[in-house]
């Protein structure tokens, strides 16, 4: 793949490779401090599939999650699945995001680990949601020079892909309650042949201080051929490039092994900055598929909103990502990281 600086137009849509898994996916996520409230949306268009996966989520502020998940049919690439569509206003500064249609409410959210339970038993509700997105423009973007995304992507992740700190407000209904939200997290678009089995194990951290001042997305990835570990600092106007960072997790354990809490370091040529996360609950997801190998694998997702402390004091907020390959045990593979 060519290197190349990312224009006005990539914050579009894309030609359709000729690969069967392209996919182009966008995706949000915000926690919202305040109210308690959080959430995360994403479309993956696979028009050579003719589907695209629509996943809504949103963290209600009585401890509930509300949730979706459709494989939606589609007959081309655009920016509308499954209820969930994305408007582009400037590129890389604003978008919105809408959903219309059903959600699942969870008292238990590890219920998910049972799809097909879950999908049976929860009670449903409609919602309506909108939000406006905004972002600090190219200069805050780690991927605006395509050079950057072979510092956290894997081999088969994407060939195109690039992320951002967001701000997300707007109005969440769910059945008859309504909820304003300002909340902060992350915002990332990519495009290429798509793998999810292409990790063993994946951390994604994000977080933005209460002022707005400051934040970072930091991956720690490991595949069967390739281990990545940086992100990007956007710090009062300035962006860094993460050359290196320390991790410390604190996991439960069994029957879910979830992440308890997080403490990181984080370098970027002299300048070093530290933080500690405490996840606020767990969603999970799972996806099945067939390994490097060809054999059965089962990969769980789960999504924690965060709150986040700076090492000089000041809260921020965010969301923690965490990708494991499960043994048969359901042991997660990445518990030593």
């Known amino acids: 793949m060519p290197d190349r600086l990312l224009s006005p137009a990539d914050d579009y849509i894309h030609a359709v490779g000729d690969q069967q898994t392209w996919n182009e996916s966008r995706y949000i996520d915000f926690h919202d401090a305040r109210t308690g409230a959080g959430g995360w949306f994403r479309i993956g268009m696979r028009p050579n599939e ?11 502020p009585d401890g509930r999650t509300a949730f979706y998940f459709r494989r939606a049919p589609i007959d081309a690439n655009r920016l509308v699945a ?13 978008c ?25 038993t929860a009670p449903r509700l409609e919602a309506t949601i909108d939000l406006r997105v905004e972002t600090k423009g190219l200069d805050a973007v780690m991927g605006s020079d395509q050079d950057h995304i072979d510092r956290i992507f894997l081999p088969g992740q ?10 997300a407000t707007g109005t969440v209904r769910i ?22 089995l292409a990790k063993i194990y994946l951390r994604w951290l994000i977080a933005i201080s209460d002022d707005g001042e400051s934040g970072f997305m930091l991956v720690r990835a490991v595949g069967p051929t390739k281990q990545t570990r940086s992100g990007h600092v956007w ?9 290196d960072f320390e991790m410390n997790n604190t996991y439960a354990g069994p029957p879910h092994y979830e992440m308890l809490s997080t403490q990181v370091s984080v370098h970027s040529g002299a300048r070093q900055w530290t ?25 769980r997702i789960v999504k924690s909103p965060t709150r986040w402390t700076f090492g000089d004091g000041r809260l921020g907020a965010g969301m923690s990502e965490i990708h494991d390959r ?5 042991v997660p593979a990445g518990l030593q990281d």
């Not at 994407?158 to 951002?164: F, G, L, M, R, V």
């Not at 499960?326 to 359901?330: N, T």
């Open 158 to 167: 994407a060939d195109w892909h690039y992320q951002h700190l967001c701000w």
């Open 326 to 330: 499960l043994d048969a045990e359901g």
């Open 175 to 196: 059945g008859d309650q309504a909820i304003e939200v300002s909340g902060r997290g992350g915002k990332d678009h990519s495009w290429g042949p798509r793998n999810w």
């Open 50 to 60: 003719q589907h695209a996966e629509m996943s809504a989520c949103v963290n209600l």
């Open 275 to 299: 933080a500690s996360g405490e996840p606020q609950r767990w969603v999970p997801l799972r996806h099945l598929a067939r390994d490097e190998n060809g054999d059965p694998a089962l990969l």
């Open 96 to 120: 919105a995001v809408s959903y219309r249609g059903p959600m699942l409410i969870l008292e238990d959210p590890w219920l998910l680990t049972n799809p097909k339970q879950a999908f049976t």
């Open 82 to 94: 499954g209820g969930q569509e994305w408007m582009i206003g400037e590129p890389y500064r604003a």
């Open 235 to 243: 710090e009062k106007g300035s962006f860094y490039l993460v050359d």
